[in-house]
């Protein structure tokens, strides 16, 4: 059974930064690019970023690209998304994807306010 369960979201500043993680287990965790995408209510849902099986090879959308951090501990099946420098238009919830399982998490909320 593929499971997916996202963590670490909650209220920040502006400005200030929050770690994400992503527990994956039911499938063969390191071969497989892990992504991240986020939705708030009304919207599309968006794909901040990306990592390949290795870690070796990440991608981010342009709206994050220089604040977000991908990362992945396949010893612990683990997937992270280290978020810096957070802005209001970051808050959303934050979904974690295997799209190898077709498999998501429930989500966890960030919200970026003062």
């Known amino acids: 059974q593929v499971q997916l369960v996202e963590s670490g979201g909650g209220l920040v500043q502006p400005g200030g930064s929050l770690r994400l993680s992503c527990a994956a287990s039911g499938f063969i965790f390191n071969l497989y690019t892990m992504r991240w995408y986020r939705q708030v209510p009304g919207k599309e849902r968006e794909l901040v970023a990306g990592i390949s099986g290795s870690g070796a090879v990440t991608t981010y959308a342009d709206s994050v690209k220089g604040r977000f951090t991908v990362s992945r501990d396949n010893a612990k099946n683990t997937a992270y998304l280290q978020m810096n420098s957070l802005k209001p238009e970051d808050t959303a919830v934050y979904y974690c994807?295997?799209?190898?399982?077709?498999?998501w998490g429930q989500g966890t909320q960030v919200t970026v306010s003062s």
């Open positions: 994807n295997a799209p190898s399982e077709s498999a």
